[in-house]
């Protein structure tokens, strides 16, 4: 009786309506909680009648809580500043948690190593379009960053005598390019996103980081140039509220579900850039999407490149180790673009595998079954879940499916957001972005791999560095007025109550489809611009979306739309930005304009060449803006930054042709 009365009592602490705005709070230890303290928020009736809104007041707020989110959270808290974390993913199941291979830093476990040879592999990478200042800042902090997830508690895998395991990845070198293959990557087994993101989230609960889990972010709250915070939506309870903050940093994550075959999440649909683009700012290289090499045939899930950095290798179905002809030194870990090129043309000349000749085979087997159970264990398993084969006794069936974004929200190596006017760029004031979302361009072209979780990492501590740099705890976030957010609100009242013809996965499914068929792999200018009508005719079909569910609580259908019209804001500008670039350059490769275009023609020497204008050359970031009413596109042209933080500890890697 005594249990059932206990139990009646907790139910009655834990239970609040709709209408109620604080909750229970269990504390486990000083400045440890589970639940977020939301008793200073205020009810608000001036942004709607309909909607009761309620305000919070925080020094910083942080959307997204992927490795970069939480990595800026814990960062900012542990320095004194007061932090929101809004998510609509508990932290542990954001996207991060899905990287297999590792992370790039050049320890020199394996064998020497030096961070300028990583520098110029990240900016060879690039194919020369990413930002060597940035590149040099990622590049310099890595060894302090992965030591620091070491003693954080991320298990690595060890070497015999202790030290952090390296293994091969694609495009890593020695002594810039003639030393042969780096063993660059510090892993754990297959699994170290799912390590790593772990232990960050574990840091941040030693600090009092106040989370919105499964809170839905709507919109950036803009004043001019200046960033004010944003509005969400608590799925759970369906109330909205709107976060007033001096600081609002964006670390939303990728949007690979714009395409049918992907690697990511259903969750990743480029919420940030979407909020980004309806905020009126500039989103920059939309048109470089890297496809991974070896996703499973017909399921998309990731085989780590760390398969091929432990010594697997792709055959063609005449048993050929075809990477040779392509890429004679590098072989089977030259850059992803590289790889997922070659693969595409042996399936083009019918060398693929299959009863329709349609992918290519990864082949594992002839490695020691030991090594496989040690160092690639989460491997072994998804491809007996996935195609039902046993990697130790056959290949498995994969093809370049897409993985990453290299382009997103411009910004700054100190992650400070940009607005390029006139040739010239703007900082936004109180803005930031990090991880897949930001585009500091270290990636540039293309990514190598694990260099992303070396990124979010980096930057997320970056983030959280600027800010401290730049305001004290406790500064004043200003005010929210009566309408901040409205615009918001009436879009989401607008969605909620759509009664069109189209339901949303239908029209997602159509996006899907043509972004996979005419902004793939390989491109060529009349199937893109095909695809752009058809992604026109999509576009306007959000007006004719029909949302069944009217609640507000846990509404799925109304959450799937709203993430619709983050996806199309991102393809349109993605497949757009592609047909205008008239160029090949690492993941862009046109069929019809199969060269790079540089300033210089790199082939021959530099000298007596004279330099072409940036009108006149492609080695240059895109920028794009998008009408989001109607779906237009503008474009424009950012100078890619080739001056590093200090030329004499980090000269710059002059372009030449990229080879492997």
């Known amino acids: 009786m005594s249990a059932i009365l206990k139990l009646s009592s907790i139910t009655n602490i834990l239970r609040y309506s709709q209408n109620q705005v604080h909750a229970f709070r269990p504390v486990l230890s000083k400045g440890l909680h589970v639940s977020v303290d939301r008793r200073d928020a205020k009810l608000n009736t001036d942004v709607s009648k309909a909607y009761p809104v309620y305000d919070h007041k925080y020094d910083c707020v942080v959307i997204g809580a992927g490795g970069a989110g939480l990595r ?6 542990s320095k004194g500043f007061k932090v929101a974390v809004v998510t609509k993913l508990f932290p542990t199941r954001s996207h991060t948690i899905a990287a297999q291979g590792g992370v790039n830093a050049a320890l020199g476990s394996m064998e020497e190593d030096n961070w300028l040879w990583h520098m110029y592999d990240t900016v060879k990478g690039s194919d020369w379009l990413g930002d060597q200042d940035a590149i040099h800042y990622m590049t310099r902090e890595a060894p302090k960053a992965v030591i ?3 003693n954080f508690g991320v298990p690595f895998s060890r070497t015999k005598d202790g030290k952090i395991y390296q293994r091969a990845f694609g495009g890593q070198s020695l002594k810039f390019g003639k030393g042969g293959q780096a063993h660059r990557c510090a892993a754990v087994a297959d699994r170290t996103g799912h390590s790593m993101l ?18 839905f972010a709507l919109d950036l709250i803009m004043e001019g140039n200046k960033c004010k915070g944003c509005v969400a939506i608590n799925m759970e309870e369906g109330t909205l509220h709107r976060f007033l903050a001096k600081h609002t940093i ?26 980004i683009s309806r905020a009126g ?18 399921a998309g899930c990731l085989m780590t490149e760390g398969c091929r ?15 040779e002809r392509y890429a004679p030194v590098a072989k089977d870990l030259a850059s992803r673009d590289v790889v997922s090129r070659s693969m595409t043309i042996e399936i ?14 990864l082949q594992l087997h002839h490695l020691p079954a030991e090594q496989i159970a040690t160092r690639l264990p989460g491997i072994s398993e998804t491809a007996m879940i996935f195609t039902g084969r046993d990697v130790t006794k056959e290949p498995v069936p994969i093809i370049p499916t897409v993985h990453y974004s290299m382009g997103g929200i411009p910004t700054n190596y100190k992650t400070e957001v940009l607005l390029n006017k006139d040739g010239k760029d703007v900082v936004i004031d109180g803005l930031y972005a990090i991880g897949e979302a930001s585009c500091s361009s270290v990636h540039g072209a293309n990514r190598l791999g694990a260099n992303s979780l070396l990124d979010i990492v980096v930057f997320g501590r970056a983030a959280a560095n600027t800010i401290a740099e730049k305001a004290k705890p406790g500064d004043s976030p200003g005010e929210l007025s009566g309408t901040d957010g409205e615009s918001a609100v009436c879009n989401l009242d607008k969605v909620r109550y759509s009664n069109g013809n189209t339901p949303t996965a239908v029209l997602r499914l159509a996006m899907q489809k043509t972004m996979q068929t005419h902004a793939g792999v390989f491109r060529r200018e009349a199937d893109m611009q095909e695809g752009i009508k058809k992604l026109k005719e999509i576009y306007k079909q959000r007006d004719e979306l029909k949302v069944t569910d009217r609640s507000l609580i846990w509404n799925s259908d109304l959450i799937e739309t709203l993430e619709l019209q983050n996806l199309l804001a991102c393809a349109m500008q993605t497949i757009v930005g592609a047909e205008n670039r008239k160029e090949s350059r690492g993941a862009h490769a046109r069929e019809d304009y199969n060269k790079r275009m540089d300033e210089y023609d790199y082939s021959k020497p530099v000298e007596g060449q004279q330099k072409r204008p940036l009108g006149e050359h492609w080695r240059k970031h895109t920028v794009t803006n998008i009408d989001v009413p109607t779906g237009e596109v503008k474009i424009g042209y ?16 002059p372009p030449t042709i990229r080879s492997y």
Request: glycine share 14%; proline share 3%.
């Open 72 to 77: 800026a959270a814990f960062g900012l808290v």
């Open 148 to 150: 620091e997830l070491e």
């Open 198 to 215: 772990h232990t960050l989230y574990g840091q941040s609960l030693r600090y009092d980081c106040n989370y919105f889990i499964e809170y």
């Open 250 to 275: 964006v670390a939303t994550g990728g949007y690979g579900r714009a395409y049918f075959s992907c690697t990511s999440a259903h969750s990743c649909t480029g919420d940030g850039n979407a909020m």
């Open 281 to 298: 700012l500039q989103l920059q290289d939309m048109e470089f999407v890297q496809f991974h090499p070896t996703g499973i045939y017909g």
């Open 309 to 323: 950095g432990e010594g697997g290798f792709l055959i063609n179905s005449k048993g050929e180790r075809f990477m």
């Open 348 to 361: 083009r000349e019918g060398r693929g595998v299959g009863p329709e000749k349609d992918h290519i085979h």
């Open 638 to 653: 950012r100078a890619v930054r080739d001056d590093t933080l200090d030329a004499k500890e980090c000269p710059w890697v």
